[in-house]
């Protein structure tokens, strides 16, 4: 049930933690002492911290020289431990505790993580504290307003190392244990330290004075040298953006084999799931980009989250939406050649787009009443919405108006805490001097505090325009809501002109006889839809390549997104793919978006009279693909056609294309008999080809590759393999498979997912859920932002028996939980609107 989060107030302060604790890699547990100075503002008898899973042997309190003595009352509902103390008192006190904490395997607070090393398993100890696990290991003040100073000191056995945030000041042996003691560190929320402990191998480099270190496992260090690099350029890309130097001496990036989040931006430790901080000559170039892309997000948090800090979890989007933006700026201005800046169209702007056409959606900056509440809120809203309106801000107040804001921000704001007005007030303020910097915060707050985005109806007669605004919603119409728009307008003559919608309709003129287009640029978070005549003209701008792919992509992802929500039919998408958008087939991000959308069609409709119409498509534009860049990577290949490369030979292979499946089935073969590689772009393809048309003999090998690899990406490719197999008995031991002692709790919801979107395992997948239900809660607390992806792996049922039967199943107390309220009733949606598109096309 849910409860109401008591918040422990402001009247006592933290201001410094000294942390001191003995750890037993035999048992799993450790003995802690600390003593947190505080300042206590109004006479108090009570101080109340934050405590979970932990035994809490003694407490008092220190102030003058005497001593308070302190009885312990214990609230494990609310996670808090009140002292009770024997009178009041106030000002500046010492809370000394002595607890004793436990190593879960659970992937949350202080935690024990597995790895075979030369055939044996040992263990390492590491922290995953956001958003309010740091109390799982020590009693602490556990909100981000409360920043403090830590001095940490570990006692371990002297084989083993130790991390965290600041450097090892000093080291101590006696007899077979050490004492490790670290710098103070600087001041920061709670949820930010880190303590690791384990054998470590580690690459080294620098920045002018600065440390940096990529930390793995043993065995792991030739795998270090690419993290290093992307370090290195990122440190150094955001101290010149932003004009503040990185606080620390020291960086180290650090490889963990269980995490159950992708990274955590640990000030000066950051951690990260193998997979997306190692990189070997074996590693696909789309995970390469890819662990850029997250190295550069979690160095983004080194200032924004880190330095500056929110105040609550209301608005984490200042964290998550600025890493986000600022990870692509960074990819874009490193590596101009990925063209990250383009790719950030479809795969932030996309996402923001799907996520938010919900009605069950909210807000970038959304009420957050307790910690489990926190868990559901880290989702496409605050990461890639967020990310998207700051990408809109920046276009309508200028590059480096944007960026003065942000550097004015950072320095008023450092090692404190910041709220979303404090923001305005910087780009406001960097901006006095345009005709639009009185318009910030408005802009910015409607966007901010406001769930939804618009679609505006745009038709045109003769040389004037009319557009109309109403919230775009996947089901139903909402009439209600005014946003401003920036409307940026351009014709075919290439002549542009910007205009802020602030009323529900405009009128604009221009002067072309040929096509118009609004959101050029695709800057900002709105749909169009076109009245026919005008559809039509910008399809051939699309086919002639006059539109760029940018562009064309916008008209693309909204034509689907209304067919998809059936505000029209399916075969005015098809036509217009069919008409406009097979002769440039190379043309980025269009072409992703066409084949991720035709791959969620060939799903939805299986097994019935419109598959064969979707097949024949994907077939036409899947060899349209090959055909033009061919089966072999060529030496200067740009990264997206190596990308597509693998979708098309993904999509032919499971489409029944001939040619392909003996292709990919020689490989497969040849690979198994004589350890042939195969390509590692293709690699992951070719498992899923081989795994979909294959047998019980080819499930076999698949398992048996995959207890005998340690490469945390191949071990990704077979997994994902397994969840493709069409037979439902293979399907059913792909599930066991998931939780046998093969596969980490970090990746056993890869299969699950996988099969979800199988169309032979979309069913059964509901009936496993419902009946494992219970151990799922058991193994994923919330925290682990794992739970929630097997409720939204139902969003592809499409039907009312099976939409009530969900609607069932989650009304039961003992089936929820705070942290998947929300997941429910987006998946609840989802299926909604999957029933109106067969409704709407099967009549």
């Known amino acids: 049930m849910a409860y109401e989060y008591e918040t422990l107030g402001d009247n006592v302060l933290p201001s410094n933690y000294k942390i001191r604790l003995g750890l037993s890699f035999a048992k799993f547990e450790y003995d802690g002492e600390e003593s947190i100075a505080v300042k206590i503002k109004n006479k108090a ?75 044996r398993t040992e263990y390492m100890l590491t922290t995953q504290f956001e958003a309010a696990d740091a109390r799982a290991a020590f009693p602490c003040f556990d909100e981000p307003a409360f920043k403090s100073t830590f001095d940490l000191t570990l006692e371990l056995d002297k084989d083993l190392e130790a991390i965290s945030n600041t450097e090892v000041k000093s080291t101590r042996i006696s007899g077979s244990r050490k004492e490790v003691v670290f710098e103070t560190t600087p001041r920061m929320s709670d949820y930010l330290l880190y303590i690791g402990v384990g054998r470590f191998e580690y690459a080294e480099g620098r920045l002018g004075s600065l440390k940096i270190r990529v930390i793995s496992t043993p065995g792991k260090r030739n795998m270090c040298a690419l993290p290093l690099e992307l370090a290195r350029k990122f440190i150094s890309f955001y101290q010149q953006y932003f004009g503040v130097p990185y606080p620390l001496r020291k960086l180290d990036l650090i490889a963990v084999p269980d995490f159950a989040v992708g990274a955590m931006e640990n000030w000066g430790a950051v951690t990260f799931r193998e997979i997306l901080l190692l990189a070997d000559d074996n590693t696909s170039i789309a995970n390469k980009q890819r662990i850029a892309e997250v190295v550069a997000h979690e160095l983004a948090h080194q200032w924004f989250g880190d330095l500056v800090t929110m105040k609550w979890w209301n608005d984490l989007w200042l964290n998550e939406s600025f890493a986000t933006f600022m990870s692509y700026k960074a990819l874009d201005a490193m590596f101009p050649s990925w063209n990250m800046g383009m790719q950030y169209f479809l795969e932030v ?68 805490n910041a709220t979303k007005y404090d923001l305005w007030g910087a780009i406001e303020k960097a901006a006095a001097n345009s005709s639009k910097g009185k318009k910030v915060s408005k802009l910015a707050s409607y966007w901010v505090d406001n769930a939804g985005y618009p679609i505006v109806k745009c038709r045109v007669s003769g040389r004037s325009v009319s557009a109309n605004q ?75 390549g006059r539109l760029n792919g940018k562009d064309s992509w916008g008209l693309e992802n909204d034509l689907f997104m209304m067919a998809r929500s059936g505000k029209v039919g399916l075969g005015r998408y098809t036509d217009f793919i069919s008409s406009y958008c097979m002769s440039n087939t190379n043309d980025y991000p269009i072409n992703f978006s066409i084949f991720g959308h035709l791959n ?87 498992y899923k080809i081989a795994a979909w048309n294959g047998n019980a003999s080819t499930h076999k090998k698949l398992e048996e590759l995959y207890k005998n690899e340690q490469n945390a990406e191949e071990q990704r490719r077979i997994i994902i393999a397994l969840g493709m197999f069409r037979d439902k008995s293979l399907i059913s031991k792909t599930l066991a498979f998931s939780f046998s002692k093969y596969v980490k709790l970090q990746d056993a919801h890869i299969p699950a997912a996988m099969i979800a979107d199988n169309p032979f395992g979309k069913m ?33 049922m499409a039907d009312k028996k099976s939409l009530d039967d969900f609607n069932r199943f989650f009304a039961a107390d003992n089936n929820k939980r705070d942290d998947i309220h929300r997941p429910i009733r987006k998946t609840a949606e989802r299926i909604k609107t999957n029933i109106k598109f067969m409704e709407v096309n099967l009549k």
């Open 45 to 119: 008898d009570v101080i109340a911290l934050n405590a979970k899973e932990l035994d809490i042997k003694e407490a008092f309190v220190e102030q003058g020289g005497e001593v308070i003595n302190a009885t312990i009352k214990a609230k494990p509902d609310m996670e808090q431990v009140e002292l009770k103390l024997s009178h009041a008192i106030a000002g500046n006190a010492i809370v000394r505790i002595k607890f004793k904490g436990y190593n879960n395997d659970k992937l949350y607070g202080f935690y024990r993580s597995s790895y075979k090393n030369s055939g």
């Open 349 to 416: 702007i996309g996402t923001a787009f799907n996520a938010d056409a919900l009605g069950s959606t909210h807000p970038i900056s959304v009420p957050v009443k307790n910690p489990k509440e926190i868990d559901s809120i880290f989702d496409e809203i605050s990461y890639e919405k967020g990310g998207s309106v700051l990408h809109m801000l920046e276009d309508y107040v200028g590059k480096e108006t944007f960026r003065k804001g942000l550097s004015s921000y950072i320095k008023a704001h450092s090692y404190s």
């Open 470 to 544: 109403e919230r775009f919603m996947m089901l139903g119409s909402q009439k209600g809501g005014v946003w401003p728009i920036p409307l940026h307008m351009i014709d075919d003559s290439g002549r542009q002109s910007m205009s802020l919608m602030q009323s529900k309709s405009l009128k604009l003129n221009h002067k072309s006889d040929g096509w118009i287009k609004l959101n050029y640029g695709q800057s900002c978070l709105y749909r169009v839809s076109y009245d026919h005549e005008t559809l039509a003209k910008l399809g051939g701008a699309v086919a002639s």
């Open 600 to 686: 969620w069609l060939q799903f939805m409709t299986y097994g019935t009279q419109l598959q064969a119409g979707i097949d024949k498509l994907i077939l036409s534009y899947n060899r349209s693909i090959i055909e033009a860049i061919g089966w072999e990577r060529r030496k200067s290949e740009a990264n997206i056609t190596t990308m597509l490369r693998s979708l098309a030979i993904s999509g032919l292979g499971t489409t029944g294309h001939k040619e392909t499946i003996e292709k990919v089935t020689m490989l497969f073969e040849d690979y198994l008999s004589s350890g042939k590689k195969i390509e590692p772009n293709i690699r992951g393809s070719v």
């Open 764 to 796: 059964l997948i509901w009936g496993w859920t419902k009946e494992n239900w219970q151990m799922l809660l058991n193994k994923f607390i919330s925290g682990t932002h794992i739970l929630k992806k097997y409720v939204e792996n139902m969003d592809g």
